[in-house]
Every structure is written in structure tokens, then in C-alpha cells.
């Protein structure tokens, strides 16, 4: 009896083996499928939900975009860098889902979507649907779940008093942002070894629209070897011109009467 | 269980199994390629009776085979009989490599048969080289076959 | 008294000064850009010349339709549909109404003049900031009449240049081996185009085989390798008087061949009795100078466009890898190590990037690498591909594809393909035949 048993699994084994060999689509890597979309988007609040300040923030961000990039980075496949978009996008491309799958593991209030999916469709009115948009709240949402990774150390109650006053909250400035990503054409033939920071500062009507435009770093803009800098600077031009009237916040008129935008191309182009 | 029984399951648990192994993925051998370097003589010309006019490589190689040996022993045998008969050697790569290498890989092959060919006597002013590379392949298909037999060195009578 | 009023008062009522708010705008999307190609205006005049002269009704939207199809086909501009143009080209080219080109969601407006003056084509143009509503560009040129598609390149160079950053291609041709007949027994050609595929010519006849042309930087020399009388040798061919030289004298296969970015060496493999090595010649003083001496197999070189260094092709490790070395042969350094054979290095004209095709697991990569082999980035993978070369602006690749054969051995296709630096925008490149190794020219009008 127990050497039926043996013979029996000795060729079991052996058959299992074989099978393992021979068949190699086995080992194959599962699909990735993309999953229902469902995206949490955040209500713009005048207070900050966050006690974080506006660097920390930039900070979890590129850890956790460097941490992506390197997944999606393969040698074999075409890389799918996760700034760049293909030119005729489809809503949600690969990248973003993957994004937003990591965020639904972390995320934990259901009730709060039906409420905020409300507030999508008003920001759909007003620009044309964009998936950077929807990229820049998912980096907010990040934020959001990074909240339990105890990152909070450093930042005090205090600091969330001072946001308020001389800053935007972190959700008006994100959608600013937001509003801006999706109006910036960036141009393509920029060096990626170069400071390709332009500064604008703008004067402000209460509705967003804009009264004045001033280059900051206007001496550049004729500097010899440096002209790619007024490319640069025509382009960010363009796009706050593009984005009138800009995403302001409803109250506070005094705060964010006078803003600049600080245009900075190194990461999009690094990538 | 008695013994009919256990002989009945091993049986068919080794049917399953050679069944499985027949599926698994195609080993190198056929009966027309060893290893690599294909061995049948579809096509394969002849210069005399029993001296064929070509050998054959494994990819990325230029060795040359004991067959090949063999069959380059017969052409200096030929050669020797026929000593007014000069000869070109074209050396040729199968479509599975950049363009430019496979020109130099054509011209090592073609020249590894010459090498054997002068071991054997032959003078050097009776063997030109030339290279092929990918250009001129017998077999226009993109098969593993196809390729072997695209991998060659022919010896060309040139007078 | 009044002093101390006024101190109490700023006390009690502190002047509440914000701090100028910072926002970072760290990205932004890589949509093509909206831009509006407006025909060129051409009085009724010139119009009638021209037709006589060229059999086109109206080279003003002729000249514009290049521009149009360069901008689009660049992947990185939109060039919006004129039937939605409100403009007439005879206004806008004066003072465009801004709103009207708005409207249509145009970014940037290119507008412009032709007019036959003294036997010869002259052409203004000019581009507009649609958003800030100024002009950003007004330029004009004059050329001989048959001249005018290279017209329509040379705009869209300047304004592709105005807009990215980025030198333009567009001005440029591209030389390449043309095939026909079956795989056994292809007939090959050397044949010249425009980059958009126009005013095709055939430069030999097909009698022999002809592989690997190469332009050199002057433009009017080319260099390749011919099976003339059954000798593979490397040749010079002149396009404007159609004369051929053999370069050198050597006493085997000489092939690989390009030139030096200064357009006065030629480099090449030189194959003897199973060994390939890297040789220079001198055009003028026909020096001929031994770069490698390594019984390994050495080819595909090239040069970095300060001409001081070389990358090559060679399997001293056992398998094709690709190499750097100094000009004169050495300091040789191996940069490729991913798994997979690589080959057909080519040093972008920019002096930061070499491309290369890799062969791995069956499947054949075009990428491109940094010059000390870091960054290695595959942009498309397919069952054959290989020999990538630059624009001479170092952003788009150009390369050839063939095709499977079917199980009798037909189907058999070669084709041209383009592809962007950033993986996108890849497409076919059409011509009238098949065709395989390409190779672009530099901007002509240099």
C-alpha cells in the first residue's frame, strides 16, 4: 500500500513537473487589468483639511512618483513614462489608473464621493475634461492617504493658521494648478540640462481674469545662449492667457489679488 | 490495489506524461538541423559527383562542423585532381542580424572554409572571398529552417 | 502729538500686508500645439505666372499645404481644419483679427504672401502670438520658382524653431536603398527624397547591389558600398554630376562607410581573411590610417559630431556590443551591457545620445543609450528593425522594418519608419517601393 502511494506521487510529481516545464505561459506575469474607474476627488474648502505645508507635500510627491517611474520603466517595453501623455489621450490613461488603484487601497471613506462626484461636473463645465486635471487632484489624494504614513511629524497646528492667511489651502492652489496643467503646451525642444524656470507675476481681477502680466526674469529673454528662455516664457505666457478666466478662490480677494506663477518645464522634460 | 490496477494508472499517467512532453517547446534537433546547422541537402548542390558545394553554420557562428570538415575534404580532394580550376567562396548570414555585421560574418565564414582548404594544399591564389551577408538567401521563408539554410559558405567555380 | 496719534492708529490697525503668493507650476500636458496654417495670398498676376511655370493653380495654398503636412506630421502641432478659417488670406496676411483666429482655438497663426517678381519666387510670411495678439516672426524669402516646396520646409523650420525651442528638420532629404523583387533575388537602387517623401530620384540603376548609403555633412557627396564587378567596395558618389570613385585601394571587402562631421574622411570596415577593422581615409590626400586592430569583427562606426570620438560595433566580448574609442583608436570602452546583442551605433548630432538597434529573445529593438551607456531606453520593439538615423536636430530616429514571410515564402515587405526621441509619433515613412537604409541629410540650407 505505501509503496502504490509512493510510485503514485513519485509520477504525480514528475507530471507536475513536466507540465511546469513545458508549458511556459505559465510563468507568465499576470494581466493588468485596468480597474473600475472611480476616482476621489476633493472638494476645494477654504480651510485646509491637510496641516501640511505646500514643500512637505512636493516632497511626498516626488517619492512616490519616483517610486512609480521606476515600476513602469522596463527595458523590453516602450516606456510608459507617467508624465507624458500621448497627444490624443483617452481619458484615464494607464498611468493614472495605476494611481489611482494604490490610492483605493488606502482610501477609506465611502461617503465621501457621492458629494464630490457632484462637484466634478461643475469643474467639467468649465474646462474641457482633462486628465491632468484629474492626475493633479489624484496627487492630492495621495497626500490625502500618505496623511497615515506618519509623516505629519514634523508639522505642527500652528503652521496650518499661517497657511491660511498668507497662502492658498492646499486645494485652492491645487486647483489652480490643476486648471494651469491643463493650459500649459509645453515646448518639446527645450535642453533638459538648463534652469527652465520662468516667473510671472500677475495681477488679478476678483472674477480671474487678468489685468497685468509680468515676466519676472525679463533680462533673459535677450541673453545670448539662452534662447530657449523666451520660448519658455511665451509658452507659459500663452497658457495663462488660455486659462482665463483662472480657477481663484471665491473669497479673499485682498490674499491673491497680485500671484506668481513660478514655471518650471525641468520635470516634465527630464523624464 | 493489486498489481493490475497500479501497472493500469502508472501506464496512463506515462502516456499523460510523454503527451505533455511532446508539447513542450520545440528542442533545437530536427532531422534536417544539429544543434543549429543544418544537416539535410535540399539545398545543396554538388561540384563533382559526392562533393558537395556548400557547409553550413549555427547562428552567430563561424566553426566549422565535422560535416563540414568533411565535406571541405572532399572539395580539396576535387580540387587537387583539377588543379587548373580556381574557386569563390561566398560566405552568407540568415536575415536575423543587423545588416553591416552580417557582411563581416558572411566574409569569416568564407573564410574559415578557405583556411581548412589551404590546410589541405590548396594555394591561396586558386580561393577568392566574398561576402553576401543577408543579401542572397536561398530560403525566403522566416522560419528557423529557412534560416539554417541561409547560414552557408558556397564554393563557386570561377573559371 | 501727531506722531504719537499716528503710532496709537498703526498699533490698533495694523496695515495687513499678504505675502506675494507663490504658486509652482511644475507640469503642464504635450498636446500638439493649435496652430492655423493660412493659404498664402497671391495676387491674380503671379498666380497665372506660376501656373504656367509649375502647372500649379495655386502655389500660395501649395506652399502652405507643406507647411500644413510638416507641422502635423511632426507630431507636435495641430494644424486646425481651414474650412473653419474666417480670415481670407489677403487680410489676415495684413492684421489678423485675433478674436476671429481665437475663436477656432488657434494657438499661433501663420500667415503670408506670394508674388512673382523678376522670373523668381519671393514669399513673406509672417507668425502670430494668437493669444497675446502680436507677431512673434516675419520673414521673407526669394528662390527660383521650382524651388517652392523647399520654401514651404524652410517656413515651417522657422517657425517649428520659433515655437519649441528646437532647430527644425523639415529642410532636409533623406537617402536610401530602394528594393524590389523577391527575397532571393532583390533588385536594389539608390534612391534620394525629400524627408515628405516628394520629388523622389533614383540615383543608380539596380545592375548591382548597393547597400548603407550616407550623406555627407556638405550634402551634395554621398557614400556607400557597391558590388560593382562583383567586388564590394565603398564608393563615392556625387548627386549633382552623378560620378562615382571607389575610395581606396584595398585589397578586400571594404564596407560600413560614413563620413567624418568635418565631410573630409571617410570611415569604414576593411574585412581580410576573416578579420574586420576600423579604417579612415583622407578624401584630399587619400591617407589612409588603421583605427582598430582587434582580430574581433569591427564595423558600423561613428563619429560624434565633434568628430573627437567613435562609436562601434564589435563582438571581442564573444557577442555584437557596442564601443567607444577615441578618434585615433584609443581608449576603447565597451557601453553596452543589457542582455541582447546591439549594433549599428549612430551618434546623435546633438552629442548626447547614441541609438542603436538591439537584437533579444527574438525580437528586434530600436533605442538609444547615453554616450557612457547609462539611460538605455528601447522606443519600439518588432519581428525586424534595425538601423536608426537622426534628424540633424537629434529628436527623430528614422529606420526600417521587414516583414514575416508566409509560409511559401511571400509577403515579403520592407518599409520605412519614423520615430520621435520620446517613443512617441511613430509612423510610416512612404515611398514608392519598398525601401530599407535610411539616412538623413542635414538641414540643406546650411
Redesign the interface.
Given at each position: 500500500?505505501n509503496r502504490?502511494i509512493v510510485?503514485?506521487f513519485g509520477?504525480?510529481t514528475?507530471?507536475v513537473l513536466?507540465?511546469a516545464?513545458?508549458?511556459?505561459f505559465l510563468s507568465k506575469k499576470p494581466i493588468d487589468l485596468p480597474p473600475i474607474v472611480s476616482v476621489e476627488l476633493i472638494q476645494i474648502t477654504d480651510k485646509t483639511n491637510i496641516p501640511f505645508a505646500p514643500k512637505a507635500k512636493k516632497i511626498i510627491e516626488k517619492v512616490k512618483e519616483k517610486e512609480k517611474e521606476k515600476k513602469l520603466v522596463s527595458e523590453q517595453a516602450p516606456p510608459k513614462i507617467v508624465k507624458k501623455e500621448k497627444p490624443d489621450a483617452v481619458p484615464l490613461p494607464d498611468e493614472k489608473i495605476e494611481k489611482v488603484k494604490k490610492i483605493k487601497e488606502e482610501k477609506q471613506n465611502p461617503e465621501k464621493i457621492e458629494t464630490e462626484v457632484k462637484q466634478v461636473s461643475e469643474f467639467e463645465k468649465k474646462d474641457l475634461f482633462d486628465p491632468n486635471s484629474i492626475a493633479a487632484l489624484i496627487d492630492k489624494s495621495k497626500i490625502e492617504s500618505a496623511e497615515s504614513n506618519k509623516k505629519l511629524d514634523k508639522i505642527t497646528q500652528d503652521q496650518d493658521k499661517s497657511i491660511d492667511l498668507s497662502a492658498l489651502s492646499l486645494s485652492e492652489e491645487d486647483a489652480l494648478k490643476a486648471q494651469i496643467f491643463g493650459c500649459w503646451s509645453i515646448p518639446l525642444g527645450l535642453p533638459y540640462n538648463e534652469n527652465l524656470l520662468v516667473r510671472i507675476k500677475l495681477q488679478l481681477k476678483p472674477d480671474g481674469t487678468i489685468i497685468r502680466s509680468e515676466i519676472l526674469d525679463h533680462a533673459r529673454m535677450n541673453k545670448p545662449g539662452q534662447g530657449f528662455y523666451k520660448v519658455l516664457a511665451e509658452s507659459a505666457l500663452r497658457a495663462v492667457k488660455l486659462c482665463q478666466p483662472l480657477r481663484v478662490p471665491s473669497t479673499g480677494y485682498e490674499r491673491w489679488k497680485e500671484l506668481q506663477l513660478n514655471f518650471d518645464a525641468r520635470e516634465m522634460l527630464e523624464g | 490495489?493489486n498489481l493490475s490496477k497500479?501497472l493500469k494508472?502508472?501506464f496512463m499517467?506515462?502516456i499523460?506524461?510523454l503527451v505533455?512532453?511532446a508539447?513542450?517547446?520545440q528542442k533545437k534537433s530536427t532531422n534536417l538541423t544539429q544543434g543549429d546547422v543544418y544537416t539535410g541537402t535540399e539545398t545543396v548542390e554538388y561540384l563533382a559527383s559526392g562533393v558537395k558545394d556548400r557547409v553550413f553554420f549555427a547562428t552567430?557562428e563561424?566553426v566549422l562542423t565535422t560535416a563540414s570538415r568533411e565535406t571541405l575534404r572532399k572539395q580539396a580532394a576535387w580540387l587537387r585532381k583539377n588543379s587548373k580550376i580556381t574557386i569563390v567562396l561566398e560566405g552568407h548570414a540568415d536575415?536575423?542580424?543587423?545588416?553591416?555585421?552580417n557582411?563581416?560574418?558572411g566574409?569569416?565564414r568564407a573564410?574559415?572554409a578557405k583556411?581548412y582548404l589551404l590546410t589541405y594544399g590548396i594555394s591561396s591564389d586558386r580561393i577568392s572571398v566574398?561576402?553576401?551577408g543577408k543579401?542572397?538567401?536561398?530560403?525566403?521563408?522566416?522560419t528557423p529552417l529557412?534560416w539554417s539554410k541561409n547560414r552557408r559558405s558556397v564554393t563557386v567555380k570561377a573559371n | 502729538m501727531l506722531f504719537r496719534y499716528l503710532f496709537f492708529l498703526l498699533i490698533l490697525f495694523p496695515i495687513k500686508t499678504f505675502a506675494l503668493i507663490e504658486v509652482d507650476i511644475t507640469r503642464g500636458n504635450l498636446n500638439p500645439l493649435p496652430i492655423a496654417v493660412s493659404p498664402l495670398s497671391i495676387d491674380e498676376d503671379s498666380k497665372k505666372s506660376f501656373n504656367q511655370i509649375l502647372k500649379k493653380k495655386n502655389i500660395g495654398s501649395e506652399i502652405s499645404s507643406v507647411v500644413e503636412n510638416n507641422l502635423k506630421k511632426s507630431g507636435l502641432f495641430n494644424p486646425l481644419n481651414k474650412d473653419a478659417f474666417l480670415q481670407k488670406p489677403e487680410i489676415a496676411n495684413l492684421k489678423p483679427r485675433f478674436e476671429d483666429w481665437n475663436l477656432i482655438k488657434a494657438q499661433a497663426l501663420i500667415t503670408g504672401k506670394v508674388k512673382f517678381v523678376d522670373e523668381k519666387l519671393r514669399v513673406e510670411f509672417r507668425l502670430w502670438d494668437v493669444l497675446a495678439g502680436k507677431e512673434m516672426m516675419a520673414l521673407a524669402f526669394t528662390t527660383v520658382p521650382s524651388n517652392w516646396r523647399r520654401v514651404g520646409h524652410i517656413i515651417t523650420d522657422k517657425v517649428y524653431e520659433r515655437l519649441t525651442g528646437e532647430k527644425g528638420y523639415f529642410d532636409t532629404r533623406i537617402i536610401y536603398v530602394s528594393e524590389e523583387g523577391?527575397?532571393?533575388?532583390?533588385v536594389k537602387k539608390l534612391a534620394i527624397m525629400d524627408q515628405d517623401g516628394f520629388n523622389n530620384k533614383f540615383l543608380t540603376l539596380g545592375n548591382e547591389?548597393v547597400?548603407?548609403p550616407r550623406f555627407s555633412p556638405t550634402n551634395q557627396m554621398v557614400t556607400y558600398?557597391s558590388y560593382f564587378r562583383?567586388?564590394?567596395r565603398v564608393y563615392l558618389l556625387d548627386i549633382e554630376t552623378g560620378m562615382q570613385e571607389v575610395v581606396g585601394d584595398f585589397p578586400g571587402?571594404t564596407?560600413?562607410p560614413r563620413f567624418s562631421p568635418d565631410g573630409k574622411k571617410i570611415i569604414m570596415?576593411f574585412?581580410k581573411?576573416?578579420?574586420?577593422d576600423i579604417y579612415t581615409m583622407d578624401l584630399e590626400n587619400r591617407i589612409v590610417e588603421r583605427v582598430t586592430n582587434h582580430p574581433s569583427?569591427d564595423?558600423?562606426p561613428s563619429f560624434s559630431p565633434n568628430g573627437k570620438k567613435i562609436t562601434f560595433?564589435s563582438?571581442r566580448s564573444g557577442?555584437?556590443q557596442i564601443y567607444i574609442m577615441d578618434s585615433n583608436g584609443k581608449n576603447v570602452k565597451r557601453i553596452s551591457f543589457g542582455n541582447g546583442?546591439y549594433?549599428?551605433p549612430v551618434w546623435s548630432p546633438r552629442g548626447d545620445l547614441i541609438a542603436f538597434?538591439k537584437?533579444h529573445k527574438?525580437k528586434f529593438y530600436i533605442g538609444v543609450m547615453r554616450t557612457d551607456g547609462t539611460g538605455e531606453r528601447l522606443l519600439t520593439e518588432n519581428?525586424?528593425q534595425?538601423?536608426p538615423s537622426w534628424s540633424p536636430n537629434g529628436r527623430v530616429l528614422i529606420f526600417y522594418r521587414?516583414t514575416?514571410?508566409n509560409?511559401k515564402?511571400?509577403g515579403?515587405s520592407a518599409k520605412l519608419w519614423s520615430i520621435d526621441l520620446t517613443g512617441y509619433n511613430e509612423k510610416l515613412v512612404e515611398t514608392e517601393t519598398d525601401a530599407s537604409?535610411p539616412s538623413w541629410s542635414s538641414l540643406l540650407g546650411n
Open positions: 500500500m502504490n510510485i503514485s509520477f504525480h514528475l507530471l513536466i507540465t516545464m513545458s508549458l511556459p | 490495489m497500479i494508472n502508472s499517467v506515462l499523460a506524461s505533455l512532453t508539447c513542450a517547446t552567430n563561424t536575415e536575423r542580424g543587423t545588416r553591416e555585421y557582411l563581416a560574418l566574409e569569416r573564410n574559415s583556411d566574398i561576402s553576401y543579401e542572397r538567401p536561398v530560403d525566403s521563408g522566416s529557412s | 523577391p527575397k532571393t533575388n532583390r547591389l547597400l548603407t558600398l562583383n567586388l564590394p571587402m564596407f560600413a570596415s574585412a581573411d576573416g578579420n574586420s569583427i564595423t558600423s560595433n563582438d557577442y555584437q546583442l549594433g549599428t538597434t537584437l527574438g519581428f525586424y534595425e538601423a521587414e514575416k514571410t509560409s515564402g511571400e515579403f537604409d
